[in-house]
């Protein structure tokens, strides 16, 4: 089993839609956690970090789910910009050098 | 604002050649890693430096050396490149104590080995 799973998508959704990602991790030690969005050849970026009372930046909403082992992203009213992948990043211990990425999930929103 | 900064951008090599990807930044970060990014798999930790003279391997440290002899340099040596180590690499850099947050990327260097 891997340590950090997504579903690869892609996700194809209109202008304005809402639209749900889930990442599960195997290691229940799993300190923080993170999703990062990476734009088509470019590096990624820290989108926001997932608290365990869940927390919300704008449009994007993070949760954290410990007995179940996932954190999830929902996105609401999607943008065409909102294109990209994201990414699922686990940190299994505490230092950087225990960070997990998961494979990422493409979104893709159509006009 | 530079942030982290990566050469070269693209980069061809022949089985065997050696080549340095060259890693700055300029935020005074302790904390530097180089990571490749393969398709269908998430970055992997190479190398990573906690400060300037400490380095140490990641998940995938083979056929690959680092150093780190400032803080704003991290640079990434292949040895005898291989076509096993074509992919995008990374080099990243934050501050000590974080957990994963702002962690910053350089643009990246698309390596392709013939």
């Known amino acids: 089993r891997k340590e950090v799973e997504q579903d690869p998508g892609p996700f194809n959704v209109p202008e304005g839609a809402t639209v749900a990602f889930n990442c599960t991790y195997s290691n229940s030690a799993s300190q923080s956690f993170f999703w990062y969005r990476q734009d088509c050849r470019k590096e990624p970026k820290l989108l926001m970090s997932?608290?365990?009372s869940g927390n919300e930046d704008g449009r994007f909403t993070a949760q954290l789910n410990r007995a179940s082992q996932y954190i999830s992203l929902l996105i609401r009213d999607s943008k065409l910009s909102d294109s990209a992948t994201y990414l699922c990043?686990?940190?299994?211990?505490?230092?950087?050098?225990?960070?997990?990425f998961g494979t990422g999930t493409r979104l893709l929103v159509s006009p | 604002n530079a942030g982290v900064t990566q050469t070269p951008k693209f980069q061809v090599l022949k089985t065997g050649q050696s080549m340095t990807l060259q890693c700055a930044q300029d935020m005074n970060h302790e904390y530097m890693s180089w990571y490749r990014q393969d398709p269908g798999m998430g970055l992997r930790l190479i190398h990573y430096?906690?400060?300037?003279?400490?380095?140490d391997q990641g998940e995938v440290p083979n056929g690959y050396n680092v150093s780190r002899s400032t803080t704003e340099d991290f640079p990434l040596r292949l040895l005898s490149a291989a076509p096993s180590q074509t992919s995008v690499y990374f080099c990243?850099?934050?501050?000590?104590?974080?957990?994963?947050?702002?962690?910053?990327f350089g643009s990246g260097t698309q390596l392709s080995v013939l």
């Open positions: 990043v686990v940190n299994m211990n505490t230092g950087f050098q225990k960070l997990v």
């Open positions: 990243a850099s934050s501050y000590l104590g974080g957990h994963g947050e702002k962690l910053f």
């Open positions: 997932v608290y365990s």
């Open positions: 430096s906690v400060g300037a003279g400490i380095t």
